[in-house]
């Protein structure tokens, strides 16, 4: 599903439409999946399953420790040839082993054993724990595996905006099943209802799986430029590799801006069950509508966002203006007290996500380049093993700060009403306190990244030159 042009020079292929659209729908899985833990891993365990803050807050950290070793291992082992590679391709032999195995995980998380968390925590806690480690074992050989591939194999800027445009749109439809399926077939107080709702994830990804595997094969052409070009470069050890990792500037920037992005679309997700049901005490046909009303507003910011970074051609700004968006609207969320407004703001606020959404990968992709061009050799996996650490930070921080904030205000779990002091806490947490938080990240990125469109010209250059 590529083809080689005549003109082309070493180290670049074209991708035909229909690749870059096979390879684009393991977004959908990737938004699927995750959109279903961040929104509602943390309310099914606190609330249906009575299951302390604490507890739940500290089975994701011990989670995010697992990641921490787990991801940049992975990573690294998987920038490595092996006797398969030439055959079957750098990533893809990765990306189908991950892939059952994380499947069967996800449905065990959300099917935990018939005890009270109140009454058995150890029991709710082991599991919790157990489920979310073997999990990300078995997702980290998928997703570091197949976001690997985006900047190995579309390699011009104009086929990785053609892909990001693709994959944010099939996105989106992973994020509308995501957010629109558990308020569909779960019910308050049924634990049930949850574990049926993970089946249905379950089976709908399985299909989509297959709909992926075209385009996610490795170029042969990459694969054997790869081959000889590893033999050439001197072996650096993980530790001497890290080191040269978190010396890279841009790197740091762009990291910490995402956990901390992420922090924000994960407390504002998660909040929205608890805002609906402990402040305009809902069900969950409201939360439907609200969710609907976001992944329209994601939808209608998305073109606009997309038009303005192919006039400006900077990722860079696009990202600035986009986060900036982002933050403000975010704090009146905590000022919010009817349904109404919420829907109305929900969209506004869709339309401002839909643009970091969009160009968040392309930026990193720029970022690995950059230590492409400056070392000669391609940390993909690495890189990608990296990110995916900090985007599963970004759910151990989202813990901390609820089981902080709900210890703190007296959140009373597995009931069906909160004091007063709680549903402040509910409030901060859905608007205020996320806002800080990026607002941190968004002046770190803008002091310290510095990959203008004149500069990633230059770049791509130097690595059409190294031939890698």
Known sequence: MSNRNKNTVIGEVHHSTLSMLSYSTGFYINEFIQGVLIFILYYFYEVELGLSSWLTGLGLIIYGLWDAINDPLLGYISDRPFRFTRKWGRRFPWIIFGFIPMLISFLL??????????????????????????????????????????????????????VSAFSIYIGIVGVVFANLLPPSIVIFGDRGTYTLMALLCVIINFFCFFLMLPGSKDDKEMVELFIEN????????????????????????????????????????????????????????????????????????????????????????????SAIALIVITIFFT????????????????????????????????????????????????????????????????????SLVHDLTGFVEGADTQPPLAQTGI???????????????????????????????MIREKIMELKV
């Open 335 to 402: 000022f919010i007290n009817t349904l109404t407004n919420l829907m109305v703001l929900v969209f506004i606020w869709g339309m401002a996500l839909g643009g970091f959404w969009t160009f968040y990968y392309v930026v990193y992709s720029d970022v690995i380049d950059e230590s492409i061009a400056n070392t000669g050799m391609r940390r993909e996996g690495l890189y990608s093993g990296l990110r995916r650490f900090f985007g599963n930070l970004a759910k151990v921080t989202q813990a901390f700060y609820f």
């Open 109 to 162: 998380i959300f099917n935990p054993p018939n005890v009270s968390g109140q009454e058995n925590p150890g029991i709710i806690f082991g599991w919790l724990v157990f489920t979310l480690c073997l999990f990300d074992t078995c997702e980290t050989f998928f997703t570091n595996n197949y976001f690997s591939l985006y900047p190995d194999k579309f390699r011009t800027n104009e086929e990785r905006r053609k």
């Open 230 to 321: 590893y033999g050439k470069k001197e072996k650096e050890s993980l530790k001497e590799t890290l080191k040269f990792v978190f010396k890279h500037k841009s790197l740091f920037a762009f990291l910490i801006f995402y956990l901390l992005y992420l922090n924000l679309t994960n407390m504002v997700q998660a909040s929205f069950l608890y805002w609906i049901r402990f402040i305009i005490y809902g069900d969950t046909g409201d939360v439907l509508y609200v969710m609907i009303l976001l992944l329209v507003g994601v939808m209608c910011g998305i073109p606009i966002w997309v038009l303005y970074n192919k006039k400006s051609g900077d990722n860079r700004k696009t990202m600035i203006y």
């Open 427 to 457: 409030l901060l947490l859905f608007g205020i306190i996320p806002a800080i938080t990026m607002a941190v990240g968004f002046i770190i990125f803008l002091i310290f990244y510095d990959i203008t469109p004149e500069k990633a010209k």
